[in-house]
């Protein structure tokens, strides 16, 4: 039998190989099932042949909990072009998903009625569930036609400035780009984050949506300055003085915002990617405390200290405001200015 789970060079099939390195590790098959997340009853057809490990998710978590690279259970070069080839058909479909720059309207070559934001709403989430459970190949399979019909419903099926629809394709696109990048896949990653930035239209939280995958796209292709300047502006129209007036999803926004810079600066600057974190880390820990703003003298941008942390709220529920009416950015951050151009590649 040369079946999915069977190498043709005499070498245990994939389940046996599973079963060695388990049993090296010295886990039984429940307390292995437990660390994969599937049943024991799972992992034994996985070990006898019954079950293949077909889906490159799967085969990462199952090898991730052995210890080994993929490649060590996988152990041929044929099955393993197989799910190279599956993945690089299916980027070419996002590619071509992103490429299409005209929605067709009623009475058009293609035209098909716009789902409904409720429903669409309800695949956009799903589709962020699998990718938060690095279903990628799932992920992989729904961005195209998540694509079109998030476009298609903003263009034809909800009213015209829908705030809803809008929301709904920068999220697709942000998911598109943050895929991209894990498939490495930076360019077109960029392109799928500019479309998201397009669809923000100015909107300061879809800006801030839109910019994080933005920055990772710009982290990959070693454009860490781009990545900082652009997470820092997206930062200071969302949340110039964040305090316990913001509503929580902008709060965590400028968090993400800010871990995203710290990234994008941990390469050259050490010390403003450190001060970065810390201040991401108050604004999980004291919401309520409004930083206040100093100006020093930094080699690599002008700094910016919140107010330390005080051991209890103050009583009149006003928050300390900025000394000064110009708010200045965040530790680490590029001071005030015109934002980069961070077009599409070419």
């Known amino acids: 039998m040369n079946g999915p789970n069977r190498r043709n060079s005499g070498q245990p099939p994939i389940g046996r190989r599973v079963a060695q390195l388990r049993t090296r590790r010295g886990m039984t098959q429940q307390i292995f099932a437990s660390r994969v997340g599937r049943s024991k009853s799972w992992v034994d057809k ?91 190949s799932q992920v992989l399979r729904m961005l195209p036609d ?36 894990k498939l490495g896949e930076a360019n077109l990653a960029w392109l799928a984050a500019d479309r998201a930035m397009a669809t923000a239209a100015g909107d300061p939280r879809r800006t801030a949506v839109a910019t994080i995958p933005l920055v990772q796209a710009l982290r990959a292709l070693e454009e860490g300055q781009l990545a900082l300047i652009a997470a820092s502006t997206a930062v200071r129209r969302l949340a110039p003085h964040p305090s316990h007036d913001f509503p929580p999803d902008h709060l965590a926004l400028a968090g993400t915002l800010l871990v995203e810079a710290a990234l994008a600066a941990a390469r050259t600057d050490s010390a403003a990617a450190g001060d970065l974190i810390d201040h991401a880390t108050r604004l999980a820990d004291a919401p309520a405390t409004a930083p206040t703003a100093t100006t020093t003298t930094s080699s690599t941008a002008q700094q910016w200290s919140p107010s330390p942390v005080p051991s209890s709220p ?9 000394s000064s009416s110009t708010s200045a950015p965040p530790p680490g951050m590029p001071g005030t200015g015109s934002p980069p151009n961070t077009g599409r590649p070419t």
């Open 46 to 136: 996985v070990e006898r042949g019954l079950r293949t490990l077909d889906r490159i998710s799967v085969l990462e978590t199952v090898a991730a909990v052995l210890g080994v690279a993929p490649e060590v259970l996988l152990a041929r070069e044929a099955r393993r072009g197989e799910l190279v080839a599956g993945v690089a058909a299916a980027v070419e479909r996002v590619r071509a998903a992103l490429a299409c720059y005209h929605t067709p309207g009623p009475g058009e070559a293609g035209w098909r009625p716009p789902r409904s934001l409720e429903e669409l709403d309800r695949r956009v989430t799903y589709a962020w569930l699998a990718y938060r459970r690095a279903d990628h």
């Open 146 to 181: 998540l694509l079109a019909d998030a476009r298609q419903a903003r263009e034809h099926g909800a009213p015209t400035g829908s705030a809803r629809a809008a929301d709904l394709l920068v999220r697709m696109y942000r998911l598109a780009a943050q895929m991209l990048v």
């Open 314 to 322: 103050p009583t009149s529920g006003t928050p300390t405001r900025p």
